[in-house]
């Protein structure tokens, strides 16, 4: 499974350096510090729906385009990579079993984090 968040943050990355903006730019477009767009920008913090579409408003650029899966990019989901090595039924199961828990728990927690940050006010 590819990491969502992190192909986002690279697709950011990629136009904020054909557009020759910096960082700081974004911040200020996005009313918030240099240090949660960083974060944003290395895929330890999630990007929500709503600074997404911010985020390709001050970019001049469809939501499509922050979005978009490249042809060279590599499936780095360790359970599909063991997948090809098992040889048993069993094993194989266990690894579906494990990869379906393991993106529930994840679904979870970024409902949960998108909520709080859903949650807090709106500054106009």
Same mark, same amino acid.
């Given at each position: 499974?590819?990491?969502?968040?992190?192909?986002?943050?690279?697709?950011?990355?990629? *136009?904020?350096?054909?557009?020759?903006?910096?960082?700081?730019?974004?911040?200020?477009?996005?009313?918030?510090?240099?240090? @949660? *767009?960083?974060?944003? &920008?290395?895929?330890?913090?999630?990007?929500?729906?709503?600074? &997404?579409?911010? *985020?390709?408003?001050?970019?001049?650029?469809?939501?499509?385009?922050? @979005?978009?899966?490249?042809?060279?990019?590599?499936? @780095?989901?360790?359970?599909?990579?063991?997948?090809?090595?098992?040889?048993?039924?069993?094993?194989?199961?266990? &690894?579906?079993?494990?990869?379906?828990?393991?993106?529930?728990?994840?679904?979870?927690?970024?409902?949960?984090?998108?909520?709080?940050?859903?949650?807090?006010?709106?500054?106009?």
């Amino acid at each position: 499974m590819l990491n969502v968040n992190s192909m986002i943050a690279a697709n950011i990355v990629a *136009i904020l350096k054909q557009q020759n903006r910096k960082q700081i730019d974004l911040a200020d477009a996005l009313q918030t510090n240099k240090q @949660t *767009i960083s974060k944003m &920008l290395n895929g330890s913090r999630m990007i929500n729906a709503v600074e &997404l579409k911010h *985020i390709a408003e001050f970019l001049g650029v469809k939501m499509e385009e922050l @979005t978009k899966v490249h042809e060279n990019s590599v499936d @780095t989901d360790i359970v599909h990579a063991f997948m090809g090595k098992v040889e048993s039924e069993e094993a194989k199961e266990a &690894l579906h079993i494990a990869d379906r828990l393991s993106d529930m728990i994840l679904f979870h927690s970024r409902v949960r984090e998108n909520g709080m940050a859903m949650m807090e006010p709106w500054e106009e």
